[in-house]
């Protein structure tokens, strides 16, 4: 899992998300409630034909045009255009970007700070700094010490530890900043001891930024000397507190046994489930894990915790170590093959760590159990069944490719026996029987499987045998226009390991494909099979622009309804920070695209993901990608972002926060948050399906 947003000032201060008090609590095991955030009456900006200007442009990345719109008279440019370059990240832009720092528009000023945290500065974060010490608009403020915690450095690092804040949003953006300074080994040991300040204060939001750094840094040695203080902060702090999750992180990494009570107890009475998760994983390393004491705990949360979230932590954290004991993994073997099967997915870092002791009998019979529970507990089998050896995996990855009901499963087997076979090289019965398998999916297989018959026919092994031959007749030419953009590729590509003057008339045709990706695949195959570049020009710029008309018609304030096995999650969508993200999910949504698919990813206390429509295994995309637009949006619980490998290359898939990841912000495009359904969210684990997803109105 970055935005784009317009120019209206006035909802832009509700995107600090700043909690505020709810009446009542969570019930016992849940997580507390997701910040109200209530957006004040706005009214779409996209009727200025100057801001769809600078959003084409930031689509477009022109710096240098963007550069010229920071000198406008027109504020709502001027900051539209300095938000545009928080999504470009050109280093020339950083001059101008600095000028408006002392502008006449409190939002254009607030703007230009967003976008200099963006990139690194040539001056250390020094014209921030300055800035900072004559601003008096609090919103500017808070952004202002965000970008110094992101970009600070030298001796203006270190001034942030002597800074003086103002109570509530203002000293929660400080504690986050110096948490970054001090993750970049930044600042010295004055910005340790503020954090230290902050973390034994009354403030409770000021609290978990200030603990942030602990747990995330990894490693102890700047801070070490003052664990007693971390340990007693931990102590004093109620169950519900979200800074425990960072502080057991931190004192996990100690490996120190005289933490091991500590650990059980946090994991038995923590009241949020995201505390507990913490707990477990906070247990894992090698002197924690030789006491029976913590695995009979990790245990007790595998199999009776009230939420599966945490029963999944504790089964990752008892399976590390060196060496899980020999009672350890006969406990495993008992509990993934008669343990209730509602709790699969405790069990999946389970069959990891067994195929590692080839427990080989165990991880069949589980594999053929969740045949009759789910696919996804048999994809997530056939993985670790193709690392193991014997003939008795080979049969069941073939079965399970012939005949399994879930594309996914045929396909996870198809990938696995290509491995296999091409490590073993055994019968030419099972070569050929393999080879057969390949051609039926590459023929008549779902997106998933044709993509994963292309690979597997295009090795050498089974080119061989005629695979290379397959993949050239089998190309159905220049019409294609029934087969997805990922396939197409992926089968292009392939086409240059054949290396004949067939495959090269082949490709041909999509030289000048209309569409970029395949235009690219083309011309690469293309380069690989002459030694020539390919005689059509690439097709520069962006894959997808913003439809004005589609993103128009949805207002201000549209809705992102999840229908989901649990029950409804409704996303408040911001087009006004990120035009192109929110116009491209919603009309994904209004083609039903989303309907059916999996979350395939969840990570406890982490991410919720989702959105291959088009594989359906996490590595599926729409055959195109979008920009990245940063947002200020930060990432906290329930705010929903866009998966990505890099920056520009999301496509369909999105995740939903289970907790404030400040790492995250400024890294992905972040372009709503849940406005309900946040238990429903909390319930939503590997596997499970989105029903419906429908975008609608504000009005």
Known sequence: MVTNRSLPILPWGLLLLVATACEGGPEPGEAPALPP?????????????????????????DAQALIE???????????????????????EAEGPLRALLGDDDSGVRLEAAFALGQFPLADDGRALLDRLGVEDDMSVRVRLIEALGKRAGGGVAGALATLEAAAGAESEALALALSRVALRQQGGDGVIEALLDRVEGSDARVRTAAAYYFGRIGNAERWDAHVDRLRQVLDGLD????????????LGVRRDRSDEARFRSWLQEGSDWRIRANA??????????????VRDALIEAIVNDPSEH?????????????VVPVWGQDWMESWILEGPVERWRSHLPMIEALASYDRVDALVAWVQRMERVSPVAVWRGVIQLATLQGSETLDLLEDLARRSDDAVVRAQALEGLSDRVMDELEAEERVERVLALGERALERGEPVERVRAIELLARPT???????????????????EEIPVPVLTEWLLALATVGTPEARDRVTPFLSDARPRVRRAAAASWEALTGQPSPEEPIEGAERRVDWVALEALGPAPRLHLETEHGEIVVRLAPEQAPLTVETIASMAAERLFDGTRFHRVVPNFVVQGGDFSLGDGMGDPGYAIRSEFTRIPFERGVIGMASSGRDTEGSQFFLMHSRQPHLDGGYT????VESGGEVLDRIMEGDRLLRARVRTDS
Request: overall charge negative; proline content about 5%.
């Open 69 to 91: 719109r920071l000198a406008d008279p027109d504020p709502e440019i001027r900051g539209r255009a300095a938000l545009a370059l928080a999504s470009v990240q050109a280093i």
């Open 670 to 673: 972040a372009f709503g948050w």
């Open 280 to 293: 477990a994983r906070a247990m894992g390393t090698v002197p924690l894990l030789e006491l029976t004491e």
């Open 239 to 250: 169950r519900d507190d979200e800074a425990a999750m960072h502080l057991l992180l931190a």
């Open 462 to 480: 089974f080119g061989v045998w005629g695979g290379h031959d397959f993949l050239v007749e089998a190309f159905p030419g220049s019409q294609v």
């Open 37 to 61: 955030v209530v957006p004040e009456a706005v009214t779409s900006p996209w009727a200025s034909e100057g801001l769809r200007q600078i959003v084409d442009l930031q689509v477009e990345r």
């Open 310 to 322: 945490v029963a999944v932590a504790a089964a990752s954290t008892f399976t590390l170590g060196v």
